[in-house]
């Protein structure tokens, strides 16, 4: 996801203008998603620049708010109609890491699984300690995303275990005497001993 | 203060050939006010060391030690007394017995231990209160949801003056929502100063912990406490996106 479509949402709400914009948006996000002020004015005139958004008269203090077009609220409505793409999403590093890990000679895949796994954990610990300590269901929003960063966390620890679990029967990489290897054998793929 | 201390235990089965280590050499430490989970796969010696800490299977080398007892310095009788006091177990099967009503489950260990009737009952009326099933006390477990019969096993594991609860998979089967509510009541109860164990495969549910120790073939691999400042991790690229 853009920030341009929180805005747009934010803007839904009525006019703002950059700074209540960046609150709103950090508001709603529980503060996952910190913005700064240059990126909120950025997209502003981009979607300024592709009449989503227009800009009204200065205010008494300086201020300018931004209001939504008609072709923003349809963009806008589109974008909550639309699934979000697996493939729009940045490529997942730590997938990436594991493959090369099992490649590469001399890397201890395990430690590297382990590494991962506590370091997951330890965010796990901390999604849910914030969780905790909210003894009456906090505002929903924001619950809502902490839960989802649970969720993630939880399908990566486990994930990390489905990787140990695969590995037992997975031989070490060895260095070839002519690199690059003819055939590099894929990820996850299970050679028999 | 320390409450359950576990020192270079080995815990083997069988000999010879056949022999299994199921630990090899753990050495533990959980303070009051604190919840450790431990997690690992099948057969990392997840259930065994939690029978060790619970007096229910003997270390081969190394001591158990709760509130300072070595475990193995008791006689059958003495050990029997502190576990039935001292330390809660909750268990996957919830171990409610069918015949009995929900006070009268929770009722059980107190009477075991010599507490006159109406005094048991009322205090396990309390505790079924504390767990949030207050009226529940005459209904029998089959008339009761998965979700509260397991706060009726919590009830009970928690009832008296004990300070080791010990849970292997508390959760089981239930949907998340009622196996938050679980875990929230193992983590006040361990806030309220007890210490807690608590064996799962489940990474959402260990990260009600204070600390995860990972097991792998009966040695403890790595342990994950917290960072110093939760707001560093909302910031961590990568953690929250």
């Excluded at chain 2, 576990?83 to 009477?111: C, H, K, M, W």
């Excluded at chain 2, 959760?171 to 007890?194: H, I, Y």
């Excluded at chain 2, 995860?212 to 009966?218: A, Q």
Aim: net charge negative.
């Amino acid at each position: 996801m853009s920030v341009r479509y929180g805005l747009l949402a934010l803007l839904e709400r009525g006019p703002m203008y950059g700074y209540q914009l960046r609150t709103a948006f950090e508001e709603s996000t529980g503060g996952t998603w910190p913005l700064n002020i240059g990126q909120v004015y950025t997209t502003l005139s981009r979607l300024e620049r592709d009449d989503l958004v227009s800009a009204l008269p200065e205010q008494d203090g300086g201020q300018r708010s931004y209001e939504i077009t008609g072709a923003g609220r349809a963009e806008l409505a589109l974008w909550f109609a639309t699934p979000v793409e697996r493939a729009d999403r940045p490529r997942d590093e730590l997938a990436i890491k594991l493959a090369l890990a099992l490649t590469t000679p001399g890397v201890d895949v395990r430690a590297v699984v382990q590494t991962q796994r506590t370091a997951t954990m330890r965010a796990l610990q901390e999604f849910t300690r914030l969780k905790a300590a909210d003894a009456e269901p906090a505002e929903l929003p924001w619950r809502l995303v902490l839960d989802a960063m649970i969720f993630q966390a939880e399908a990566e620890a486990r994930w990390l275990d489905h990787c140990e679990a695969s590995l037992v029967r997975y031989p070490p990489a060895t260095r070839s005497a002519t690199a690059p290897a003819a055939q590099p054998h894929r990820p996850g793929e299970v050679r028999s001993r | 203060m320390t409450i359950l201390e576990l020192t270079g235990v080995h815990r083997t089965h069988g000999s010879g050939e056949t022999e299994v280590h199921a630990l090899r050499g753990i050495t533990l430490t959980i303070a009051a006010g604190e919840l450790v989970a431990v997690m690992g796969p099948s057969g990392s010696g997840k259930s065994t060391l939690l029978n060790l800490a619970g007096g229910l299977d003997r270390p081969s080398q190394g001591t158990v030690r709760v509130e300072g007892t070595e475990l193995g310095g008791c006689g059958r009788r003495a050990l029997a007394a502190l576990r039935r006091r001292r330390i809660g177990y909750v268990f996957q099967d919830l171990n409610l017995l069918a015949s009995l009503t929900a006070a009268e489950n929770v009722a059980l260990p107190l009477e075991l231990d010599g507490m006159g009737r109406r005094k048991a009952a009322r205090l396990a009326g309390a505790a079924l209160s504390e767990v949030d099933l207050a009226g529940y006390d005459a209904r029998f477990p089959d008339e009761m949801s998965g979700g509260q019969q397991q706060r009726v096993a919590i009830a009970r594991a928690l009832i008296g003056d004990r300070r080791l609860i010990l849970a292997d998979e508390p959760t089981g089967a239930l949907d998340s929502q009622t196996g938050e509510t679980v875990l929230r009541l193992l983590r006040s109860k361990v806030d309220e100063g007890a210490a807690g164990v608590l064996v799962t495969h489940d990474a959402r549910h260990a990260a009600w912990a204070d600390r995860v120790v990972f097991l792998r073939d009966g040695v403890i691999v790595d342990t994950a406490g917290p960072l110093a400042e939760p707001d560093e991790l909302l910031n961590t690229p990568g953690v929250a996106r």
